[in-house]
Structures are given as structure tokens and as C-alpha cells.
């Protein structure tokens, strides 16, 4: 099984308190005058993840989890990876550090986000050939592909305009992120796609929810018809746009440059993980489906997302040949857990 999103993480000896807000994506204690320590302790996905956790360490699975932290985090996570049976991860390095060896096979992305904000001290043109200089230097250096997260800047709504580019860059407009510049970061996408065909790598596209920095309503998947339509690489919708899955499976059916995984919504939505996998099947190619989990800060999230989402499948699988619309599931569920993010990240 590969999980084909996931970010840095690292196994500590933690308490109750910090190990919920480890896996929350909301404002942090003291980021903001509420309880937000309340809220992700009563999140489904928690519960999930106790109950799960007990089944693996037993009842006191927070003090049994810090003994075999304390004793090796590095075989830690070998214990939970070979219990899930996760043999690689695809790894976006834009989110945290790298603290520890991860035990596995596992493929980077470069997120192009992280050197936008240093290219505004440039000319136009010369800020372009750094971008594509520092591109095809990732790939040649091993990487396997990129990773955008413009959702949470300027949106989806991507125009590929080079007028635009111009005259945005030299725009003093600002947004939390820095320099707002949508015309210049809508072409850099844009380039990147192009290189991304170029050097037959994928390029990873955040799509629908996210974190409490999401622009939400600029984040459907839709609005990537356009750049997508003709599109020869192969772009990869992450979290397959929920809550604007059906979206992004239709994409999937209609476009062949579009590939979508799951992550997030799984683990982190455990009923909306259930139904949006069947409402993903109902129409998406199974060759352009794949696993991801989306996790960060902590192993078990890529853990628990490995340990349910086969269950999900099998559900939907097992469904769909009793309706007569599959006879053998084998095949398909090899493609999805594994044999689709072999293919497109290149997994040896």
C-alpha cells in the first residue's frame, strides 16, 4: 500500500493535550481566545483514532505509545507502518521538517510555493528562469514531481496570461501569504504544468478543504476545467476536492491528465471518507484512483488512514459486485491501494 500524500512527521513522547491538538488543523492554544482543545477532542476522526489505538496498544494506549517512542521512535513507526502494511509514501517537504529517518520507501515533491516569495526581488524574466532553473533541477536531483497549494493564495480560478503576469508582479498588493500577484502566480502554475509534461512527472494540485488558511470558495475543483481540458501530463486533484468530490471524479472520467487521491477526507472525515469513495467510483477510471491520508506532525494519521481505508474499499467494491457492475475486485483494489501510485510517482 502506498499513501500518495503526506507530509513531515516525527514520533515524540507526548501528553494527552499536546497529542489531540498534534493532529488538528484548526487554530492552535493560544493562536486564539477559544477552546479549541475542546473542539478536536470531540472531532470523529479522534474517536476513530482512540478506538483504533486501543486495538493496537490496549486501553492505556497513550502511555504504551510513549514506551515504544521512548525506546525507538524510528522502529515506532516501522511498528505501525508494517501493521497497516504501508510500504511507501509520496512526502510534499513544504509542510514541517524533517526530524527522523522515515523507515520506508518514500518519493518527495517539491512545493513551488516555497520559493515564489523570493523571486519578487528579481526582474520578470529573470524570476522565470530561476523558477524553471530550480524546477528541473529538483527532478534531476531525484524528485518526483510537484506539489501547488495556490488554493490557500489565490485560488483555483487559474488564468495563464503573461500580460497579467507582468503587470501583477510589479503589483505592491499584499494578502497574510505576502505579495498577492495572482496573474504572476497563475503563470507560474501554468509553467510548472508545462514542465511537468515535459519531464513526464505528476504535479500535485491541493483541491477543496484544507486547513484554517483554505480560501474555501476558491478551492473547487472546477475551476481547473480550463487548463486542464487539453492538458497531455498528469495532474493529481489531492483530497479529490472535498467536499467537491464529484467534481473531480467527473474531471477524472472526461480529462486524461486528471488523477485524484483521497487524503484527508481520510482519515479526518471517517463517515464522509465511506461516501466519497463510492461516490468517486461511481464514475472516476479505477486506474486514476489512489490512496492518501495527508499526514503530518505525527505517524499515526498516515497509520489510521491505512488501517480504515481498505475497509472502506471493500465496502464499495463488494457493493458493486453484488449490483453486477464488477465480478472480480482483486485487480481494482491492488490499483488503487498500490499499483496506480507505482505507475505515476514511479515507485521502483
Known amino acids: 500500500m502506498i499513501d500518495t500524500h503526506c507530509h513531515w512527521f516525527s514520533a515524540k513522547v507526548m501528553g494527552e493535550k499536546e497529542f489531540i491538538m498534534a493532529s488538528a488543523e484548526s487554530w492552535n492554544e493560544g493562536e486564539i481566545n477559544a477552546d479549541v482543545l475542546e473542539m478536536n477532542k470531540w472531532r470523529p476522526f479522534y474517536f476513530l483514532l482512540k478506538n483504533e489505538m486501543k486495538k493496537l496498544l490496549g486501553e492505556n494506549f497513550l502511555a504504551e505509545r510513549n514506551r515504544l517512542v521512548k525506546n525507538d521512535p524510528i522502529d515506532y513507526i516501522r511498528f505501525l507502518f508494517e501493521d497497516a502494511g504501508i510500504e511507501g509514501l509520496v512526502i510534499d517537504e513544504g509542510f514541517g521538517k524533517k526530524e527522523l529517518e522515515i523507515p520506508i520507501n518514500y518519493k518527495l515533491l517539491f512545493r513551488i510555493e516555497t520559493i515564489i516569495n523570493s523571486l519578487f526581488s528579481l526582474s520578470f524574466d529573470k524570476a522565470i528562469e530561476i523558477f ?12 518526483s514531481g510537484f506539489k501547488s497549494i495556490i488554493a490557500y493564495r ?26 498577492k500577484a495572482k496573474g504572476f502566480r497563475d503563470y507560474l502554475f501554468c509553467k510548472t504544468m508545462d514542465i511537468s509534461k515535459e519531464l513526464d512527472v505528476p504535479f500535485q494540485v491541493h483541491t477543496g478543504a484544507g ?31 472535498y467536499p467537491y468530490h464529484r467534481e473531480t471524479a467527473w474531471m477524472s472520467y472526461i480529462f486524461p491528465s486528471v488523477y485524484l487521491d483521497l487524503s484527508q477526507v481520510t482519515p479526518f472525515a471517517p463517515l464522509g471518507a465511506l461516501n ?36 472502506f474499499l471493500d465496502t464499495v467494491l463488494e457493493k458493486m459486485r453484488n449490483i453486477g457492475i464488477l465480478d472480480k475486485t482483486d485487480e481494482i483494489k491492488e490499483m488503487i491501494l498500490t499499483k496506480n501510485a507505482q505507475r505515476v510517482y514511479k515507485f521502483d
Not at 530550480?134 to 524528485?143: P, V
Not at 475543483?221 to 476536492?241: A, C, M, W
Not at 479505477?286 to 475497509?311: C, H, Q, T, V
Open 276 to 311: 466519497a469513495l463510492e461516490e468517486i467510483m461511481e464514475v472516476a477510471p479505477f486506474n486514476k484512483i489512489m490512496y492518501g491520508s495527508d499526514a503530518f506532525n505525527i505517524p499515526e494519521i498516515a497509520w489510521l488512514g491505512a488501517k480504515i481505508f481498505p475497509r
Open 132 to 143: 524553471e532553473e530550480t524546477l528541473r533541477g529538483k527532478i534531476k536531483n531525484g524528485y
Open 154 to 179: 489565490t485560488g483555483l480560478k487559474i488564468v495563464c496570461d503573461k500580460k497579467r503576469a507582468i503587470e501583477d508582479f510589479l503589483s505592491g498588493e499584499e494578502d497574510w501569504y505576502g505579495k
Open 211 to 241: 486547513d484554517r488558511d483554505i480560501k474555501l470558495d476558491l478551492a473547487r475543483p472546477s475551476y481547473l476545467t480550463d487548463v486542464v481540458r487539453k492538458y497531455e501530463g498528469k495532474i493529481v486533484f489531492v483530497h479529490s476536492g
